[in-house]
């Protein structure tokens, strides 16, 4: 499966942005879908996942009341609401697909990410 990720931007900290992750090839509706994200100088790490159907969601402790995942799979596109942002969350997103598990750990396919900077 190929994977686009879009809409970062630059946001002021308390903002908002949805990012979009476009995916093509395979089975969407057949992946579990996650957001992870990397900040300068910091190791990748995950943010959100959603199962198949989308009835299960897991977050991270650091974006959990803050950040929403969700998926279209009639339009093959995943989602990533993020509100009250702060400067800490600045960092490249990358979306990324797996079979199983709706959780963090190793996923087989990735994005590019896209950027999103806050500031304060």
């Known amino acids: 499966v190929q994977l686009q990720a879009s809409g970062g931007g630059l946001v002021q900290a308390g903002g908002s942005l949805r990012l979009s992750c476009a995916a093509s090839?395979?089975?969407?509706?057949?992946?579990?879908m996650a957001w992870f994200r990397q900040a300068p100088g910091k190791e990748r790490e995950f943010a959100a996942a959603?199962?198949?159907?989308?009835?299960?969601?897991y977050y991270a402790d650091s974006v959990k009341g803050r950040f929403t995942i969700s998926r279209e799979n009639a339009e093959n596109t995943v989602y990533l609401q993020m509100n009250s942002l702060k400067p800490e969350d600045t960092a490249v997103y990358y979306c990324?697909?797996?079979?199983?598990?709706?959780?963090?750990?190793?996923?087989?396919?990735w994005g590019r990410g896209t950027q999103v900077t806050v500031s304060s």
């Open positions: 959603i199962s198949w159907s989308g009835d299960a969601t």
């Open positions: 990324a697909a797996r079979r199983y598990g709706v959780s963090a750990g190793l996923y087989d396919y």
């Open positions: 090839g395979r089975v969407f509706s057949s992946y579990v």
